[in-house]
């Protein structure tokens, strides 16, 4: 059975991420460069990849309701591991936005909403990811069937196994 990505590792992520983050803002500022911000590009893509996780999560779930001796087992292996590399993806843009984000909120007054508003919209599509990765995670558990029939991989012997030439 594979377990569960962790919520600290993601929240380890996120927060690694977001000192990350603020030390970048920090040394940009130091070197006299303009404030580091996030393009809507980044947030766009984020959004796409959610986007795609939870058709194929949906698909995949659709399909264990209709058909659960049909599934691929193979293919939820995929999309799981798409969905853990999501979630990850996802932490550690909202933790490095929110460090941008943790710079400028004393300043905000004197910055323009041009700055700062892109960053925040980075930490929303973050955390939806995480969450939409977090949702297609749990409908990729497959249950081993319980009649003993379905023929997998854990119904054969250790000695049945065939010889790979």
């Not at 996802?90 to 460090?99: E, L, R």
């Not at 929303?124 to 409908?139: D, F, I, P, Q, S």
Request: hydrophobic residues 60%; aromatic residues 6%.
């Amino acid at each position: 059975m594979i377990k569960k990505l962790a919520l600290r590792v993601i929240a380890t992520a996120a927060f690694i991420a977001g000192i990350f983050g603020y030390c970048v803002q920090l040394l940009a500022i130091a070197a006299g460069w303009k404030i580091v911000t996030p393009t809507l590009l980044q947030s766009a893509l984020l959004l796409a990849l959610l986007v795609t996780l939870l058709v194929l999560g949906a698909r995949l779930r659709t399909q264990r309701k209709n058909a659960p001796h049909e599934i691929n087992p193979f293919a939820a292996v995929r999309l799981l591991a798409a969905a853990r590399a999501g979630a990850l993806l996802g932490a550690a843009c909202a933790g490095f936005a929110a460090g941008l984000v943790l710079w400028i909120i004393p300043r905000v007054a004197e910055t323009v909403p041009q700055l700062w508003m892109p960053t925040l919209v980075l930490i929303v599509t973050g955390v939806g990811l995480v969450a939409g990765a977090r949702w297609v995670e749990r409908v990729c558990r497959i249950d081993p069937p319980t009649d003993g029939a379905g023929g997998g991989a854990g119904n054969i012997a250790p000695g049945d196994m065939p010889e790979i030439a």
